[in-house]
């Protein structure tokens, strides 16, 4: 943390930014900076995995410190593309969690959802998976991508909100919602 701060001030670095660090972690490597602060704290954060809502979310947002959400879209399954038989081939995904079959059919009431809400915008489950993160104004999702159409429809998720309502309607979904081995 000296080190970077010594980068900072010699305009090396804009700024500094740590990835998934608890509020202890956060508090430590402050502890170490005295003339500039965090940045960003990058995270995991998307619908099916909430665990930094607890503490890190508020913490940062207290302190000014932006997330930065990685696997936004529960590494593609909240594009929807993965509830109609189709399977991801590569190893991280056929071993995770999120891509059991039994929580494909658990989350098919929330794609459903993120249809309807995404035809009254004009917009994508994807999309609107994207700007549900962003309903926290200190939350910017960072969506990995094959190819650039996905970028192109990703960067739609920006420059427009969700209406109170939306969000309710999702939570009440996500409240019910049971997925296997969380
Ligand atoms: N700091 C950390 O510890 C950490 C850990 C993991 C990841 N990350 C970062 O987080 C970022 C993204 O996370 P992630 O790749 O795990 O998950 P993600 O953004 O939730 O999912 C990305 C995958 O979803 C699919 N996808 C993307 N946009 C789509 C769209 N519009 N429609 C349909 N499918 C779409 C693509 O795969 P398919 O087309 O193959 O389905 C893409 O590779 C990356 O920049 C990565 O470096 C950071």
Redesign the pocket.
């Known amino acids: 943390m000296k080190a970077l701060e010594g980068l900072h001030w010699a305009g090396k670095i804009r700024h500094i930014g740590v ?2 660090f608890a509020v202890r972690d956060l508090k430590e490597a402050r502890s170490y900076l005295s003339r500039t602060d965090i940045a960003s704290n ?3 954060y ?1 619908m099916l995995q909430r665990n930094v809502e607890t503490e890190v979310l508020p913490f940062c947002r207290r302190e000014g410190i932006a997330i ?1 959400a ?13 509830h109609n038989g189709k399977r ?1 081939k ?1 190893r ?2 056929t071993d995770e969690d999120l891509f059991k079959p039994a929580n494909i059919r658990a989350t098919a009431p929330l794609i459903r959802e993120l249809r309807r809400i995404g035809r009254a915008h004009r917009k ?4 609107v998976a994207l700007t549900w993160l962003r309903r926290h104004r200190h939350v910017s ?7 650039p ?3 192109e ?2 960067a739609g998720a920006a420059g427009w909100f969700l209406g109170s309502g939306e969000v309710r309607r999702i939570d009440a979904i996500l409240r019910r919602l049971r997925l296997d081995t969380f």
């Open positions: 990835s998934n990058q995270v995991q998307n930065l990685w696997s936004p879209l529960g590494k593609g399954i909240l594009s929807g593309k993965y991801p590569d991280v995904r994508t489950p994807a999309q999702p960072i969506p990995g991508v094959k190819r159409g996905q970028a429809e990703n």
